[in-house]
Nanobody, 115 residues
Framework: QVQLVESGGGLVQAGGSLRLSCAASGSIFSINNMGWYRQAPGKQRELVAV???????TYANSVKGRFAISRDDAKNTVYLQMSSLKPEDTAVYYC?????????WGQGTQVTVSS
């Protein structure tokens, strides 16, 4: 079994920054993709950013140039550095990792951006 623990969410003013972390533990052999999704009230969960084992990254258009995803494989941890935050970035952010054919999800961390 794999557990994901997220941290770093909170309340920030527009224009501010936050850094999310997600640490994986448990029966981990090799993590393939690691990523972040978010879900705002009344909306569907959407992809924010993904990073492959080869460190290739993909971002949602809405966060390009403002967010940066990275990973530390020695710590089985993925990060999301969020800058120039906007009120529309307010959501619950979920991390996810792919191990073999399985996808695991964190419990979510709230990010609230005030105007």
């Amino acid at each position: 079994q794999v557990q994901l623990v997220e941290s770093g969410g909170g309340l920030v003013q527009a224009g501010g920054s936050l850094r999310l972390s997600c640490a994986a533990s448990g029966s981990i052999f090799s993590i393939n993709n690691m990523g972040w999704y978010r879900q705002a009230p009344g909306k569907q969960r959407e992809l924010v950013a993904v990073i492959t084992r080869g460190k290739m990254t993909t971002y949602a258009n809405s966060v390009k140039g403002r967010f940066a995803i990275s990973r530390d494989d020695a710590k089985n941890t993925v990060y999301l550095q969020m800058s120039s935050l906007k009120p529309e970035d307010t959501a619950v952010y979920y991390c996810t990792v792919n191990i073999r054919e399985y996808a695991y999800w964190g419990q979510g961390t709230q990010v609230t951006v005030s105007s």
